[in-house]
């Protein structure tokens, strides 16, 4: 499910001379608050500042590379080079210069949804050449080759996008897909398909959409370590039913056959075979005689001499770790990993690495937290350990034997970057500052981190550090001076409190609040934010963007609060969820509700609750299960049955309905709809290809039959993404609009 939260994620780029709190106290009275409106904080320059994505240093270590957005155009994306030998910037390409402007095909517009970068133009991804000459760059569609020296060779011209592109291990060749067909060629010279057109509903090289859209496999195709071998999935989606998609938009509507695997139904067949570059000497892949799986990841050997496939079954409760002879295709289990507890799931992953020695670092919840363990010559030995979660590998210095990663040890809601070694995995070292929610990347060989910080009072900022943690270099220094885009509103900007309350079981759940400047004896309303389901954690300690403050600017105190269900706090945290969706997202989203009413400065009359895609599911759930508890409540691009929903994400949680029929109408949000009483806006794209419209027809339907007034706003032409530098501005002006026709107003 696409997880939309109203944080704005954690990107690479910005960094802060010093934090908000220690800013000059005359500042205030000498610059008066500047009104933060809705247009203004989705308008150009960001006001969190440089946003770049994509950071990279070239395989020599000389280069760092990166996508940096325009200050005139926030969602366009350059590519920029940084010598650090010279000290010098450039930009290697610029994506206006070079783009043709050429539409998109269809195929990769969906491809950069299920990639969570639809809003993003110019350059979104790149990568470099085995010798560190240059970098293969997407753009409008075609590809092309920018040299470090300045010249740009184009790769491809044509009417239909290239589709995945990748520089083969060695940098020989240059691969895409085209056609449904796995295109190959030498750098420079003419692609040919290597495999066969087999008709609409087979596909090679490309990941099945669950794949894309639920396990965070965006490719079909893998390249060997030597250039001799590649791996390309196949997969057959005619049995997948077909959903008829209407993209209404405001000039047209265009239809779609859209081959969306609905939970209980029909996926699609996968298949996995291994050819040389020219598609000589194709073998089939062993997956064994159940074809009803998922093929979660493939990686090579670090030598070329095997091919590891990870294997899950339907349930999502077993996943076996196949060990492939790519001559053969002939395979073999390696291991077995098992959901952590009875009425479990597993969760896929890419925090895993297979060493040069055979050995694997590999991520599991199995002792009911996410640690990491080694596995080597059938042994396995857990490196991390305790009550708290690894939540990312970061990279592996081989040589030296040291792990790094990021996790929660030392605070839950701020994540920081750690090291262990591998002969004394006990000792684990902090790289980061407490004072920030951190994270990091690292070059391949493990040798230089690039971090990423930020807290509530400092956007974020990034760095190159040495393994110890040492900064060595600014990325973008971005230091929230004068000339920093969000300096004319730093007059208002407002802390933030944390805390916990209890669940009905006693665990405890933590919150978030913003509240803004408040007089004695009033009382203000809530805007009360939340996304509910499994997956994001919505209450850290990290930047969050001008939009939370842009609310509390209008007399709203903003509040948050993660339930059981969300991610990073273990097993136990998760496991309620479980055939229950629906239920104790929706019971500890009222604890939180209940919280705030017995608060003296919180209008208990005035508690509205605001949702997206799963939130805007649960928004509807607490509608009907507690009439009267909220003022008002917001539901966007809300999944309102879950029969209409894909099969990977509804059945990791939920099972097959056949086979959970009772489970599915309790989580279903259509037949409590009449027992809506409270205001309810209903938000929705009209060309949405994740939470299909359907879902918002039928809850409309409902509520009409039982003659449930409700509000609603439309947007066509946008799918399950609705936002934009106007779009957004209006999506949020009509929520407050609402909010304020029905009486959910600060005080006078």
């Given at each position: 499910m696409r997880h939309l939260t109203f944080a704005t994620a954690l990107v690479l780029g910005t960094c802060l001379a010093a934090p908000l709190a220690a800013q000059d106290p005359t500042q205030e009275t000498e610059n008066a608050p500047m009104e933060l409106t809705f247009e203004r904080v989705f308008a150009s320059p960001d006001l969190t500042g440089p946003a770049p994505r994509k950071v990279k240093l070239s395989p020599d270590g000389r280069y760092l590379t990166l996508l940096r957005n325009r200050e005139d155009d926030r969602e366009r994306y350059d590519l920029w080079a940084y010598d650090r030998e010279a000290s010098e910037w450039t930009m290697l390409v610029d994506s206006e210069a070079l783009g043709t402007g050429r539409e998109l095909s269809e195929d990769e517009k969906m491809q950069r949804e299920r990639a969570r970068v639809g809003s993003l133009k110019g350059i979104i991804d790149y990568q470099w050449t085995e010798d560190g000459s240059g970098v293969l760059v997407p753009l409008d569609g075609d590809l092309y080759l920018a040299r470090l020296g300045g010249e740009v060779l184009r790769l491809t011209d044509t009417e239909e996008s290239e589709l995945n592109p990748a520089l083969s291990s060695k940098g020989?060749?240059?691969?895409?897909?085209?056609?449904?067909?796995?295109?190959?060629?030498?750098?420079?010279?003419?692609?040919q398909p290597i495999t066969p057109k087999e008709g609409e509903a087979i596909r090679w090289g490309e990941a099945e959409f669950v794949a894309q859209e639920e396990m965070a496999r965006l490719t079909g195709y893998w390249w060997g370590p030597n250039d001799q071998r590649i791996a390309v999935q196949r997969f057959d989606e005619s049995m997948v039913g077909i959903v008829t998609r209407a993209a209404i938009g405001a000039t047209g509507t265009k239809v779609f056959d859209q081959r969306y695997p609905v939970a209980g139904s029909a996926n699609a067949v996968v298949e996995l075979f291994v050819m040389d570059p020219d598609g000589e000497n194709r073998v089939k892949v062993d997956l064994g005689e159940e074809t009803d799986i998922y093929l979660a990841?493939?990686?090579?050997?670090?030598?070329?001499?095997?091919?590891?496939?990870?294997?899950?079954?339907?349930?999502?409760?077993?996943?076996?770790?196949?060990?492939?002879?790519?001559?053969t295709g002939e395979s073999e289990v390696l291991f077995t990993e098992r959901a952590a507890m009875d009425d479990y799931w597993i969760n896929l992953g890419d925090d895993y690495k297979w060493l040069d020695d055979g050995s694997l670092i590999w991520w599991s919840e199995r002792d009911g937290f996410g640690h990491l363990y080694r596995y080597s010559e059938g042994n396995w030995t857990q490196l991390t350990s305790g009550e708290w979660v690894v939540t990312k590998l970061v990279g592996i210095d081989q040589q030296a034997g040291r792990v790094f990663f990021q996790g929660t040890k030392d605070d839950v809601l701020a994540q920081q970057v750690y090291s262990l070694d591998l002969a004394d995995p006990g000792t684990i070292t902090r790289l980061t500052d407490t004072d920030y929610v951190n994270s990091a990347t690292m070059d391949a060989k493990g040798q230089t981190l690039v971090v990423t910080r930020s807290n509530d009072d400092t956007p974020p900022h990034s760095y190159i550090a040495d393994q110890q943690g040492n900064?060595?270099?600014?990325?973008?220094?971005?230091a929230l001076d004068a000339d920093h885009p969000y300096a004319p509103f730093l007059a208002s900007h407002r802390p933030t409190q944390y805390g916990t309350i209890p669940a009905e079981d006693g665990t405890p759940l933590y919150w978030e609040m913003v509240t803004p400047e408040m007089e004695p004896s009033k009382r203000y309303p809530v805007y009360y934010y939340h996304y509910s389901g499994p997956g994001p954690q919505v209450v850290n300690k990290g930047w969050n963007g001008a939009l939370r403050q842009a609310i509390v600017d209008k007399g709203y105190i903003w509040f948050a609060l993660d339930n059981r269900g969300s991610a990073n706090r273990g097993v136990a945290f998760e496991q309620p969820l479980y055939r229950a969706m629906g239920g104790v997202e929706v019971r500890d989203q009222k604890t939180g509700a209940e919280f705030l009413k017995t608060l003296d400065f919180v209008d208990p009359d005035k508690i509205a609750i605001d949702g997206w895609s799963y939130g805007g599911y649960i928004t509807l759930k607490q509608l009907q299960a507690d009439p009267g508890l909220y003022a008002a409540g917001i539901s966007g691009a809300p999944v309102t049955k879950w029969e209409l929903?894909?099969?990977?994400?509804?059945e990791r949680y939920m099972g097959k309905p056949q086979e959970n029929a009772e489970a599915y109408e309790k989580a279903s949000a259509i037949p409590d709809a009449a027992k809506i009483s409270d205001p309810l806006l209903i938000i929705h794209g009209m060309a949405d290809d994740n939470v299909v419209f359907e879902n918002a027809t039928e809850v409309i339907s409902a509520m009409q039959e039982a003659n449930v007034p409700f509000e609603m706003m439309l947007y066509p032409g946008y799918t399950h993404r609705v936002s934009g530098e106007q779009i957004s501005p209006h999506r949020y002006n009509t929520v407050f609009r609402f909010l304020e026709a029905h009486g959910v107003t600060p005080p006078e």
């Amino acid at each position: 499910m696409r997880h939309l939260t109203f944080a704005t994620a954690l990107v690479l780029g910005t960094c802060l001379a010093a934090p908000l709190a220690a800013q000059d106290p005359t500042q205030e009275t000498e610059n008066a608050p500047m009104e933060l409106t809705f247009e203004r904080v989705f308008a150009s320059p960001d006001l969190t500042g440089p946003a770049p994505r994509k950071v990279k240093l070239s395989p020599d270590g000389r280069y760092l590379t990166l996508l940096r957005n325009r200050e005139d155009d926030r969602e366009r994306y350059d590519l920029w080079a940084y010598d650090r030998e010279a000290s010098e910037w450039t930009m290697l390409v610029d994506s206006e210069a070079l783009g043709t402007g050429r539409e998109l095909s269809e195929d990769e517009k969906m491809q950069r949804e299920r990639a969570r970068v639809g809003s993003l133009k110019g350059i979104i991804d790149y990568q470099w050449t085995e010798d560190g000459s240059g970098v293969l760059v997407p753009l409008d569609g075609d590809l092309y080759l920018a040299r470090l020296g300045g010249e740009v060779l184009r790769l491809t011209d044509t009417e239909e996008s290239e589709l995945n592109p990748a520089l083969s291990s060695k940098g020989g060749y240059v691969s895409f897909v085209r056609d449904r067909q796995l295109w190959v060629g030498e750098v420079g010279g003419e692609a040919q398909p290597i495999t066969p057109k087999e008709g609409e509903a087979i596909r090679w090289g490309e990941a099945e959409f669950v794949a894309q859209e639920e396990m965070a496999r965006l490719t079909g195709y893998w390249w060997g370590p030597n250039d001799q071998r590649i791996a390309v999935q196949r997969f057959d989606e005619s049995m997948v039913g077909i959903v008829t998609r209407a993209a209404i938009g405001a000039t047209g509507t265009k239809v779609f056959d859209q081959r969306y695997p609905v939970a209980g139904s029909a996926n699609a067949v996968v298949e996995l075979f291994v050819m040389d570059p020219d598609g000589e000497n194709r073998v089939k892949v062993d997956l064994g005689e159940e074809t009803d799986i998922y093929l979660a990841r493939v990686d090579w050997a670090p030598d070329g001499s095997a091919l590891y496939v990870q294997r899950q079954n339907r349930e999502q409760t077993v996943l076996d770790m196949l060990k492939v002879d790519p001559v053969t295709g002939e395979s073999e289990v390696l291991f077995t990993e098992r959901a952590a507890m009875d009425d479990y799931w597993i969760n896929l992953g890419d925090d895993y690495k297979w060493l040069d020695d055979g050995s694997l670092i590999w991520w599991s919840e199995r002792d009911g937290f996410g640690h990491l363990y080694r596995y080597s010559e059938g042994n396995w030995t857990q490196l991390t350990s305790g009550e708290w979660v690894v939540t990312k590998l970061v990279g592996i210095d081989q040589q030296a034997g040291r792990v790094f990663f990021q996790g929660t040890k030392d605070d839950v809601l701020a994540q920081q970057v750690y090291s262990l070694d591998l002969a004394d995995p006990g000792t684990i070292t902090r790289l980061t500052d407490t004072d920030y929610v951190n994270s990091a990347t690292m070059d391949a060989k493990g040798q230089t981190l690039v971090v990423t910080r930020s807290n509530d009072d400092t956007p974020p900022h990034s760095y190159i550090a040495d393994q110890q943690g040492n900064r060595l270099a600014w990325i973008e220094e971005n230091a929230l001076d004068a000339d920093h885009p969000y300096a004319p509103f730093l007059a208002s900007h407002r802390p933030t409190q944390y805390g916990t309350i209890p669940a009905e079981d006693g665990t405890p759940l933590y919150w978030e609040m913003v509240t803004p400047e408040m007089e004695p004896s009033k009382r203000y309303p809530v805007y009360y934010y939340h996304y509910s389901g499994p997956g994001p954690q919505v209450v850290n300690k990290g930047w969050n963007g001008a939009l939370r403050q842009a609310i509390v600017d209008k007399g709203y105190i903003w509040f948050a609060l993660d339930n059981r269900g969300s991610a990073n706090r273990g097993v136990a945290f998760e496991q309620p969820l479980y055939r229950a969706m629906g239920g104790v997202e929706v019971r500890d989203q009222k604890t939180g509700a209940e919280f705030l009413k017995t608060l003296d400065f919180v209008d208990p009359d005035k508690i509205a609750i605001d949702g997206w895609s799963y939130g805007g599911y649960i928004t509807l759930k607490q509608l009907q299960a507690d009439p009267g508890l909220y003022a008002a409540g917001i539901s966007g691009a809300p999944v309102t049955k879950w029969e209409l929903y894909d099969t990977h994400y509804t059945e990791r949680y939920m099972g097959k309905p056949q086979e959970n029929a009772e489970a599915y109408e309790k989580a279903s949000a259509i037949p409590d709809a009449a027992k809506i009483s409270d205001p309810l806006l209903i938000i929705h794209g009209m060309a949405d290809d994740n939470v299909v419209f359907e879902n918002a027809t039928e809850v409309i339907s409902a509520m009409q039959e039982a003659n449930v007034p409700f509000e609603m706003m439309l947007y066509p032409g946008y799918t399950h993404r609705v936002s934009g530098e106007q779009i957004s501005p209006h999506r949020y002006n009509t929520v407050f609009r609402f909010l304020e026709a029905h009486g959910v107003t600060p005080p006078e």
